[in-house]
């Protein structure tokens, strides 16, 4: 099993999932599946 590579998010990419979670359209999980992000670090 390869680790993936540390990934940097912009800014820009920062704010769109944290409004999305905001929203609360959708489940933290969900969000993270849909964003390629560990669902802790929505959280953050």
Do not use: C, W
Request: hydrophobic share 35%; net charge positive.
């Amino acid at each position: 099993m390869s680790k993936r590579p540390r990934r940097n998010h912009s800014p820009a990419f920062k704010a769109k999932v944290a409004l999305a979670a905001i929203k609360g359209e959708k489940t933290l999980g969900e969000l993270a599946q849909q964003y390629d992000v560990h669902p802790n670090l929505i959280n953050q």
